[in-house]
């Protein structure tokens, strides 16, 4: 889809509001209230009760791939925000958004809340949530592309707590050619190593994945979780220094079968809780095909001890 001009000044991607223009939601440029990789997100000025993502969109002339058909099923769930549209102004694409109050869970990392005598069924509970998004959109050929911590909201919902996956900014459609994105620390290792490849020949072209790169994400989610630690599984800071790692990895491993729980000795850390070490190992597998789906891993959860209470149990923050 071209755009006809790019002095147009903005133009519709997508409008849900039912009474209004999805243009006249602009960015408080003087209120930032986040920022990332990928562009910043502002309040909006015309209702507080919504936030604009504001992202520069570098292939001029098109339209991104966020779009109607990924929209369409963002309000349906209810650990996933509500999208009302979307426009293009000039080259940046702007994504407006419900805004979601709560914590981050990297600030329920810095303050200990996710220790083992504390925290073990709220974590539990929340990669039970973030599964709960992910298999939505999966469910309908969408990936999420960018599930990190950073991208984990807390909120208080009826004095239980909710967890709602964030940031659709760089959802995608599944089964189809796409530039690699993300954040390179969760990055899987096909998207690593497709980035690797581009970097040889020189060239941009498009990589085939699917949503098993969210669940290689998912497990490095999960390991900074499980641990209560506020750190990284990965000590590098960008796709070039991630290479090198997965690459030393492939030429050392003895079979299909290895994975980087082994590699990384990672497997004893885990040992308290046998349903997180086996989430987790079935989550961090180097080949897509052998990584669980989120529905499995949801099949697998309902079928623990801990179900009941990830359902009922008044999880209220003290």
């Known amino acids: 889809m071209i755009l006809d001009k790019l002095d147009i000044g903005k133009k519709i991607i997508y409008n849900r509001h039912p009474d209004a223009n999805i243009i006249d939601f602009t960015p408080d440029y003087s209120n930032m209230c986040g920022e990332g990789k990928f562009g910043k997100v502002y309040n909006c000025k015309q209702d507080p009760q919504y936030v604009i993502k504001s992202i520069p969109y ?102 239980k707590f ?63 979780l499980a641990l209560g630690i506020n750190t990284y599984l990965f000590d590098a800071n960008s796709y070039i220094e991630l290479i090198d790692m997965h690459q030393e990895f492939r030429k050392n491993q003895k079979d299909s079968s290895s994975t980087f729980l082994k590699e990384w000795e990672l497997e004893e850390k885990f040992n308290y809780d046998l349903e997180l070490d086996l989430i987790l190992t079935h989550s961090i597998q180097y080949y897509p095909e052998k990584r669980f789906s989120a529905d499995e891993l949801l099949n697998f959860l309902r079928n623990t001890d801990d179900y009941q209470c990830l359902l009922y149990e008044d999880l209220q923050k003290k």
């Open 58 to 159: 570098i292939r001029r002339g098109e339209y991104p791939e966020t779009d109607k058909n990924i929209m369409d099923f963002l309000d349906k769930d209810k650990n996933l925000p509500l999208i009302l549209g979307s426009y293009m102004e000039h080259t940046y694409l702007h994504i407006v958004m419900e805004k979601i109050d709560g914590t981050d869970v990297t600030d329920f990392l810095q303050e200990g809340l996710l220790t083992l005598d504390k925290g073990l069924l709220l974590t539990k509970k929340i990669i039970f949530e973030v599964l709960t998004a992910l298999s939505h959109l999966h469910r309908h050929g969408i990936i999420h592309g960018d599930v990190k911590a950073e991208n984990v909201r807390i909120r208080i919902v009826a004095t």
């Open 162 to 224: 909710q967890t709602v996956l964030i940031d659709l900014g760089l959802a995608v459609k599944s089964k189809e050619k796409k530039r690699v994105v993300g954040t390179a620390l969760y990055a899987a290792p096909e998207m690593v190593h497709f980035f690797y490849d581009n970097s040889l020949t020189g060239e941009s072209r498009l990589c085939e994945y699917d949503e098993k790169t969210d669940i290689w994400s998912f497990g490095l989610l999960l390991h900074r």
